[in-house]
Each structure stands twice: as structure tokens, then as C-alpha cells.
């Protein structure tokens, strides 16, 4: 059997450009987001912008050879200078160019800066955004309650969608991970947004934890671990009633995983993980480590997976169907794109 690509566009949704501390005020970087080379720069008040990489006019890659000027981003060779919707805000007055120039524009994305990530919104049609993500308590400013936020980055060489079909796929947790795995109940799912509750029980120093990371006591406990998705983009992971001590419970973990397609082969995760301050100090980080390290166990499958179209489940309708109905929404038919 020849290897499957996978035979979906690139989805809809709002997906994470960068981290907002990557891009300083007049500061401008390349992306390849959704097969698309882009722009993304702040201006010298900080706003900030994702645009088509090439400059309406000329083709000149901005992000290589252009400059933030002000609040515009500047393309050398004709002074051309665009606004951050895009749309033309001078041209250089001795550079021969028609007037008419003004008129075209460089395409921008709706974009935004929410949990510490900067999204962009992509839609194969050029659609309007039609959803949001939340802002998530706890990455929004709020330290007193929570400790040191953790970041991790992984391109995976998959796409986003057998990267979120992995969690569905109970059976993976123990043979991959080594972990319990997680009985998930029924998602609750409303539209473009899905939601799983899992009574979980945890070992502290699974496999995954590293050595340096290990705690004293490694009893077993058991958490309430929930997962919320906003499109294919965005996911936010909550755990509670962490153990403080032999008698205290009430700890918690909180997570986003801000995902980018960065082509039909080709995803970038960004993960932001924090604990609460009573269990930092131990439990917290051989939780924080145990995660950002089982990622890796999955890499190997993710880097040579052929895609099955129709997986042969135990229950006709089982959970990866009913995810892959939820998924399918966030795809445009290609041939109506212009
Ligand atoms: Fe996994």
C-alpha cells in the first residue's frame, strides 16, 4: 500500500503566528503560515500586522528586504509604504510610480495578539473570522495565583489534524506513552468548539519525567484533566485538585497548545504550561516536564504516518469518527478558492 498524503486544504480557524515577545516594535520576521509566505511586524506605536510576505506592487519580499517605518511597513525599491490593513499609505514621490498604485493592496490577515501568542486568521476563501478564541485565565497577566509560565516549541512533521486525532486515540496513551490512559466522557461539542472531561489517574514520575524532575513521593493521584479546542488552533488544557501535600489537594496546571499549519507536511506547536505556586516547587514541574517530553514519543509515528481514510474501529461510530465529522468543518472545497 502506497503511502496516503494527506488530501485535506489547509483549515480555517484562527492559528498562532508567533509568541508576542518574538516581534519587538519595529521589528519585522517571515513565516511560512498556511503554505503562505507572511509578514508579521509591529509598527513603532506596536501594532501589529501578518501580511502576504510579497509587496502588492513589486513582489519584494517585505520580511527580507523591507523596513517598519513608523506605522507602515516600507518596500525599498519603489518607497512604497503599507499600512498594516494593507492597503497603500505613500509611495516614494521620485520613484516613477503611477498614482493608480495606490489603489492595490497587499493582502492582511485579521489578526490579534490574546494569551501570549499572536494568531492570525486564515480562511482558504478569504472568509471573515466567524469565531473567536477566549482570553485564558491565567496567560493574560494574572501572576499573583500562578508561577513561572513555561514555553515549548515543536515542528512536527504532520498536520494539525492527525496531531489533535492522536489525543482521541485512547488506546496510544499506554503502548506510546507508557501513561494511564485518559477515559475521556462523550465531547461535548457546540459548533467549532470541543470539550473533553477525563477522570484521570496520573503517576508523577511516569516515564516521561525527567530524572532531575522526579519527586520524593510518587504515590498515584487522580486529577480532573479538561481539554477545550477552538477550531484546530487553539487548545486549552486544565487540570485541578493537584496534590499539595500527603493531605491537601487543590493544586492545578493550566496549558495552550497554539498550533500553525505550516504546510500540507508541516506544523508548528507553541506551548505555554503553568501551575499554581503551591506546587511548583515539586509536583509542578515533574508535571510540566512529563508533558512537554511525551510529544516526543509521538514524533517518530507523526514523522512516516500515511493517512487511513476510513479506520476500521471496534464501534462503527467511534470517537475518531465523531472527531473527524467535528473536523471536518474547518475545510473549505478547494475549488472554490480564487
Ligand atoms: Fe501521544
Given amino acids: 500500500m502506497p503511502k496516503q498524503e494527506f488530501p485535506f486544504p489547509m483549515p480555517n480557524g ?6 508576542v515577545d518574538d516581534i519587538q516594535n519595529g521589528e519585522s520576521k517571515l513565516f511560512t503560515f498556511c503554505e ?4 508579521a511586524f509591529r509598527t513603532e506605536s506596536g501594532k501589529v500586522s501578518v501580511m502576504d510576505a510579497y509587496c ?16 507602515t511597513i516600507n518596500s525599498p525599491k519603489h518607497g512604497i509604504k503599507w499600512n498594516i490593513d494593507g492597503s497603500c499609505a505613500e509611495i516614494g514621490k521620485d520613484s516613477g510610480v503611477p498614482k493608480e498604485a495606490m ?24 472568509e ?29 512533521n504532520t498536520v494539525l489534524q492527525e496531531i489533535a486525532e492522536n489525543d482521541v486515540d485512547q488506546a496510544h496513551f499506554p503502548k506510546v506513552h507508557g501513561s494511564p490512559s485518559l477515559p475521556e466522557t462523550e465531547a461535548i461539542i457546540d459548533g ?3 470539550k473533553t472531561i477525563a477522570e484521570t489517574l496520573m503517576n508523577p514520575n511516569n516515564d516521561s519525567v525527567s530524572e532531575e524532575f522526579h519527586v520524593a513521593d510518587p504515590s498515584m493521584f487522580t486529577t480532573t484533566f479538561t481539554r477545550e479546542s477552538w477550531g484546530l488552533g487553539c487548545v486549552g488544557l486544565h487540570m485541578v485538585n493537584l496534590p499539595i501535600d500527603e493531605t491537601t489537594f487543590g493544586g492545578e496546571f493550566i496549558m495552550i497548545n497554539a498550533s500553525c ?14 501551575v ?8 509542578g514541574m515533574a508535571i510540566i516536564d512529563g508533558i512537554a517530553n511525551g510529544v516526543l514519543d509521538d514524533m517518530p509515528i507523526w514523522d512516516h504516518k500515511s493517512y487511513v481514510a476510513q479506520p476500521i474501529l471496534c464501534d462503527g461510530d467511534g470517537p475518531i469518527n465523531k472527531f473527524r465529522k467535528w473536523v471536518s468543518q474547518f475545510y473549505s472545497d478547494p475549488l472554490q478558492a480564487r
Wanted: glycine share 8%.
Fill in 14 to 19: 484562527w492559528f498562532c503566528v508567533t509568541r
Fill in 36 to 39: 503562505k509566505e507572511v509578514v
Fill in 56 to 71: 502588492g506592487y513589486s513582489g519584494i519580499n517585505l520580511a527580507i528586504s523591507g523596513k517598519v517605518d513608523g506605522e
Fill in 103 to 126: 489603489e492595490v493592496t497587499t493582502f492582511s490577515y485579521p489578526c490579534q495578539e490574546l494569551n501570549g501568542f499572536i494568531w492570525a486568521w486564515h480562511h482558504l476563501l478569504k
Fill in 128 to 156: 471573515e473570522p466567524y469565531f473567536e478564541i477566549p482570553a485564558i485565565d491565567g496567560f493574560n497577566g494574572e501572576d499573583s495565583k500562578w508561577g513561572k509560565e513555561h514555553h515549548y516549541e515543536y515542528h512536527i
Fill in 192 to 194: 467549532i468548539y470541543r
Fill in 261 to 274: 499549519p505550516v504546510d500540507n507536511k508541516n506544523s508548528t506547536l507553541r506551548w505555554s504550561m503553568r
Fill in 276 to 283: 499554581t505556586k503551591d506546587i511548583e516547587d515539586e509536583l
